[in-house]
Structure formats: structure tokens, C-alpha cells
């Protein structure tokens, strides 16, 4: 509600106010979303998909700090972070 107050344009709050305050949880995954690996996968790659996508949505949150990324992704060390970026080719 706090949120919803705050962003309200006008005198009163809305219901368009609410939702426009709501924020959106991650979803989470399932087993039905893990491809058959009947024929072979490479796990290696699955990994390295998935720390793209994290890595480049806190270097977007943190507008590119490396350090509060690092803290977000729970990696206790920038460094380790840094050298992902290089491995993964992230702009």
C-alpha cells in the first residue's frame, strides 16, 4: 500500500494504483521446463546460459557496479564475478 501512495498521481489511490505498484515475484521453475535429455545435454552450457542471464540482469539493476552485483548474486568475491563476465562475453 505504501508503494501504491506513494505512485499515486492523484488525491485518492486506485485500483489501477495497485497494480501498477504490485511487484512481480520471479517465477518459479519446474521439472516440466527441464528439457528430456534423451539424446545428451550439456550441463555446461545450461550453467553458463543461466549465469548470463543473471549476471547481465544485476549488472542492469546495479547500473554496472560489480560489486553490489556481486552482492546480489550472493558471490562473496567481485573478482569471481568479474572473471565471469570475461568467460560469459558479457557487454
Known sequence: MLRASIW?????ITE????DAMLE????????EIPEIGSG???NEVLDDTRKKYV???LKQ????KKQAA???NITNYQTLTNWIDKLDIQ
Request: charged letters at 35%; proline letters at 3%; hydrophobic letters at 35%.
Open 25 to 32: 515475484r520471479p517465477k518459479k521453475s519446474t521439472l516440466d
Open 56 to 58: 547481465s540482469q544485476a
Open 16 to 19: 489501477a494504483d495497485f497494480q
Open 41 to 43: 545435454v550439456d550441463i
Open 71 to 73: 552482492k546480489l548474486l
Open 8 to 12: 499515486a498521481e492523484g488525491d485518492e
Open 62 to 65: 546495479t547500473a554496472g557496479n
